[in-house]
């Protein structure tokens, strides 16, 4: 090598740096899919979030056809995305992050491969909003600690999707539960509902449609009692509720569960003695934590277990 192209070498590295030595490492995997009963069907993809770094993209493989099937980039933070889009073909999967730069161009190489499985069909599953689903703008739904489901000795699968109200999950009923057959669905929804101004007749409504639709296809369903709110912890982060009467709401609609052939009160240790969830329960007034996910969790588990 000439001394004149070594020195070129030498100030290229100098002037615009070395872009191998640059390339930042792969981020590490948060979400914890492998130890759970069941792949969530609205997936929550996480990981841990690197100094100076904004955009990060997901990738999803198919296994027995090595497909990448979902690419997904980050819109609700540095450390998470959720895939919106419904898994329900069954068979195994991997998936992977690498840091990307806002015009998606590779910054790092893609993480380590984690694994999950998507299988049907399932003898018990969950249709619900957000507390089904798992998670908060405190941790991400992928994590096992922030969903009820952990908590139960009966494997259920978490057909959640957060932000629903109960017309929704009326809409998503054919498309979402029934690739799984389930032969018992547990029904949570309500709190976007009542949250929202809805009546309870609107809210029962849709309950016996659900109802009907489950009985129709052979699918025994089982309805929770709808979780309370507390308005001050939830003012505090910027969460308002448009209905004053929500409590009275709320009670007609859990009147309703409650005359069901099945039903499940999963609320009620949840409570205050004024009608609210919980203080100590909830860092926003909507979502139970930890210690409520886990009294939810266990309260279905043994109403279950003992029904059947």
């Not at 070395?18 to 979400?31: D, F, Q």
């Not at 949570?188 to 009546?199: C, F, P, Q, T, Y």
Request: hydrophobic share 40%.
């Amino acid at each position: 090598m000439s001394k004149k192209l070594l020195a070129i070498m030498i100030l290229s590295v100098f002037f615009f740096g070395n872009a191998e030595a640059k390339r930042i490492n792969p981020p590490i995997l948060t979400a914890e899919f492998e130890q759970m009963a069941f792949m969530q069907l609205y997936p929550t993809f996480s990981w841990e979030p690197l100094p100076k770094t904004e955009f990060y993209e997901v990738r999803v493989v198919k296994i027995s056809t090595n497909k990448i099937v979902r690419e997904l980039f980050n819109a609700e933070g540095f450390n998470r995305v959720t895939d919106w889009e419904p898994l329900t073909e069954t068979g195994k999967y991997y998936w992977q992050v690498r840091v990307v730069d806002k015009k998606h161009k590779a910054l790092s190489d893609w993480s380590e491969k984690k694994y999950f499985e998507v299988t049907a069909p399932v003898e018990f599953a969950a249709l619900g909003d957000s507390i089904t689903h798992g998670g908060a703008s405190y941790i991400p739904a992928g994590q096992i600690s922030c969903q009820w489901e952990t908590f139960c000795d009966v494997p259920i699968k978490n057909l959640g999707r957060s932000g629903d109200t109960t017309e929704m999950m009326v809409n998503r009923f054919e498309k979402d539960v029934l690739p799984f057959k389930p032969r018992v669905l547990i029904i949570m929804g309500g709190v976007n509902d009542v949250r929202e101004g809805k009546k309870a007749a609107e809210v029962i409504k849709n309950f016996e449609t659900l109802r009907g639709k489950c009985l129709e296809h052979e699918i025994i369903p089982v309805f929770c009692t709808i979780t309370s709110m507390n308005p001050e912890k939830m003012a505090l982060r910027g969460i308002f509720l448009t209905n004053g009467d929500w409590r009275e709401q709320r009670e007609q609609i859990n009147s309703w569960i409650k005359q069901m052939p099945y039903f499940i009160d999963a609320a009620e240790e949840l409570t205050d003695e004024l009608g609210y969830l919980r203080a100590e329960l909830t860092p926003d007034g909507l979502h139970p934590a930890l210690r409520g996910k886990k009294l939810m969790g266990e309260k279905i588990s043994d109403c279950l277990k003992k029904i059947f």
